[in-house]
């Protein structure tokens, strides 16, 4: 029988030099880095990413606008001005597509409108119930209204439960959302 010998100086196996990871831990860790640093390379940056979307956004106002009948000065500058180009572009198409209206009239209108969707509905909801008797109107009333949408239902619900004109609906309405957010005037003093 041989003698085997044995060292004294014993060093834990296993161990790297940093005395935090274990061989083991290295061995499947590093292939699993080694394809997040490929994925990395690979996929797009996001400052790229970002550019794009916002570029498509003026893109899609733009031809919107243009399908819909606005001169290509006017979409450049409607575009280029709005805070949400897509929703811009989806009022005015919203209201030359269900109304009567033009839509030049309509870009200036949703250009104003804090939130431009809810214009469009309005105008739209509001124009159907009056059989488009008062277009124009519709759409002065409706930018007047900081909550175009219950406005209209107000217009709407009026309307059929009690005989009133168009005009009617519409001049009750707006006083009352006025006085309601407090935007009503005094009357003067003598």
């Known amino acids: 029988m041989g003698t085997q ?10 161990w790297s030099i940093f005395g935090i990871l274990n061989t083991q831990t290295i061995r499947w860790t590093t292939p699993v880095l080694a394809m997040a640093g490929l994925w990395v ?20 106002c733009a031809a919107q606008l243009l399908k819909a009948g606005v001169t290509a000065q006017a979409a450049a500058q409607g575009c280029a001005t ?38 469009a509905g309005c105008v739209v909801g509001v124009s159907l119930n009056t059989k488009e008797e008062i277009n124009p109107a ?14 209209a239902q107000c217009v709407v619900g009026l309307r059929k439960e009690i005989s009133l004109t168009p005009m009617q609906a519409l001049d009750t309405c707006i006083d009352a959302s006025e006085r309601a957010n407090g935007i009503t005037t005094s009357p003067t003093l003598p």
């Open 5 to 14: 010998k044995v060292s004294k100086a014993r060093k834990p196996q296993g």
């Open 41 to 60: 390379n690979i996929l797009p940056s996001p400052a790229l990413t970002l550019f794009s979307n916002d570029n498509d956004n003026y893109r899609v």
């Open 82 to 119: 709005a805070i949400r180009p897509i929703d811009l572009a989806a009022c005015v198409a919203t209201i030359k597509q269900r109304t009567k209206i033009d839509p030049t009239d309509a870009l200036a209108s949703c250009t104003r409108a804090r939130r431009p969707r809810e214009l």
């Open 138 to 151: 519709v759409l002065n009333y409706c930018s007047r209204s900081l909550l175009p949408v219950t406005f």
